[in-house]
């Protein structure tokens, strides 16, 4: 399984530009980057994903490189309620094949 | 649009005894796939089910069952619990046709405590 690299925690201020990283080196090129966060005791939420091309929805912006071995979830504004462990995700394999392997994500502090 | 819903929310066992963890999908989903989170850890991958059948599972014991019905509903059953059961149970619901570009939905869980 292509494996993500993230670090541990980051911190931020509340309006500014959140920007976590992740490393994925050994993506393969059919292999999907997905952003998952999760607020303590809740179920993860969805927030992103992306092959190639850049995304951005409603919630948050992905970039990926031009290689594919990294990518930046970006946050516009943070606000208090982004407080949350962020899972960089690497989906392997497709349809019957394809499933989620969660590392121990970025606990991102939103601090007033 | 409901999202995906599991009952109970919170369920304490005693050692040795069996439970089951229900799970409905999000409107439209016909991919069911539960994961197993300890406190402090991410989620981990238990088994994933499409029509109506176990299609592939994570490193579990047999332990560990599941079933999907016609409706695309599940259940995970655990028969006996070991202390290392308790956990917080996670169902995602997603749809087959998108593949890999089809997001997961996650359900906010059952917290199993056992004692």
């Known amino acids: 399984d292509a494996k993500t690299t993230q670090p541990p925690s980051m911190d931020c201020a509340e309006g500014r530009a959140a920007n976590l990283p992740c490393n994925h080196s050994?993506?393969?090129?059919?292999?999907?980057v997905y952003w998952y966060r999760q607020i303590h005791s809740q179920g993860p939420q969805y927030i992103i994903h992306?092959?190639?091309n850049n995304e951005t929805n409603e919630m948050a912006s992905l970039i990926i490189t031009e290689d594919r071995k990294s990518s930046t979830l970006i946050l516009p504004h943070a606000t208090l309620r982004d407080t949350a462990v962020y899972y960089c995700?690497?989906?392997?394999?497709?349809?019957?094949?394809?499933?989620?392997?969660f590392g121990k994500g970025i606990t991102l502090s939103v601090r007033p | 649009d409901a999202g995906v819903t599991q009952s109970p929310t919170h369920l304490i066992k005693t050692r040795g005894q069996q439970v089951t963890l229900r799970c409905s999908p999000k409107?439209?989903?016909?991919?069911v796939s539960w994961y197993q989170q300890a406190l402090g850890q991410g989620p981990q991958f238990i088994f994933q089910?499409?029509?109506?059948?176990?299609?592939q599972r994570g490193n579990f014991p047999d332990r560990f069952s599941g079933h999907q019905f016609p409706n695309y509903s599940s259940e995970l059953n655990v028969n006996a619990l070991l202390l290392g059961d308790s956990a917080l149970y996670l169902c995602?619901?997603?749809?087959?046709?998108?593949?890999?570009?089809?997001?997961?939905?996650f359900g906010n869980g059952t917290r199993l405590t056992v004692t």
């Open positions: 995602a619901s997603s749809l087959e046709a998108g593949g890999a570009n089809s997001p997961l939905h």
């Open positions: 050994t993506i393969s090129g059919n292999e999907y």
């Open positions: 992306g092959l190639k």
């Open positions: 995700i690497v989906r392997v394999g497709a349809g019957a094949n394809s499933k989620l392997t």
């Open positions: 409107s439209g989903h016909d991919t």
């Open positions: 089910y499409y029509e109506e059948e176990e299609r």
